[in-house]
């Protein structure tokens, strides 16, 4: 049972442009959202996060947008950067229920292409 | 390094044989988490150590898989009698126990683990 799910595989945009990358989740435990970057041959990096009692934060050029009614949230890049090229895992835990040192549940990532 | 450092980064092994894998997580970190990473799959939880407490086993696949955490620091994850569906990428994260935005998990660069 796929609580966290990322259904489009990958991605590609142009330079400059906006990537939206989406994200569903199924658990209504779930109360604390991260997003993760991921370069090959390298571990996950801590994007940002966003709690349930928000439904938007934003970091430079990254928003994360929670809509709760939905159970889904977006992670927004713009202008999008060909750095920016990388595997998106989406994560969710439950921290009200479990306490603050629960599990972070992925979904199955994200690959975005930024062309040039 | 001040990140979390595993080691082998690469490991090849005949299926039936035992492996170890090892973790240092960041010093003062409490928090100590095993995931993996299935070709084409999401980051799936499978140990968490988290200061003296009991650790949170629920998502070992089988009774063929081990972990320790020694002194609250380096933690190795054992494999016997691997098989083939033991292949994937065993990564390692450490916190300083807290899901907040300040203290989001931190993934070393994992062990690419191929059972022949």
């Known amino acids: 049972d796929q609580q966290v799910k990322q259904n489009s595989p990958s991605l590609s945009v142009q330079e400059g442009r906006i990537s939206i990358l989406n994200c569903d989740y199924t658990n209504s435990m779930f109360d604390y959202f991260l997003w993760y970057k991921k370069y090959p041959a390298e571990g996950p990096t801590f994007l940002i996060s966003?709690?349930?009692?928000?439904d938007k934060n934003e970091d430079g050029r990254f928003t994360v947008f929670l809509n709760k009614s939905a159970k889904h949230l977006s992670l927004h890049i713009v202008p999008s950067q060909p750095g920016d090229s990388a595997v998106y895992f989406c994560a969710a835990s439950a921290r009200l229920t479990s306490g603050a040192n629960s599990k972070l549940t992925f979904g199955k990532g994200i690959t975005l292409s930024v062309r040039p | 390094g001040a990140g979390v450092s595993q080691s082998p980064s690469n490991k090849v092994t005949e299926k039936g044989k035992d492996v170890e894998l090892r973790c240092d997580p960041i010093s003062g970190h409490t928090a100590l988490y095993w995931y993996r990473q299935s070709l084409g799959q999401g980051l799936e939880f499978l140990i968490y150590f988290q200061g003296n407490s009991a650790p949170d086993k629920s998502g070992l696949p089988s009774d063929r898989f081990s972990a320790e955490r020694t002194g609250g620091s380096v933690s190795t994850l054992t494999i016997q009698r691997t098989q083939q569906e033991d292949s994937a990428v065993y990564l390692c994260?450490?916190?300083?126990?807290?899901?907040?935005?300040?203290?989001?998990?931190?993934f070393g660069n994992g062990t690419r683990l191929t059972v022949t």
């Open positions: 966003i709690s349930s009692i928000k």
């Open positions: 994260a450490s916190s300083h126990g807290a899901q907040s935005n300040n203290s989001p998990l931190h």
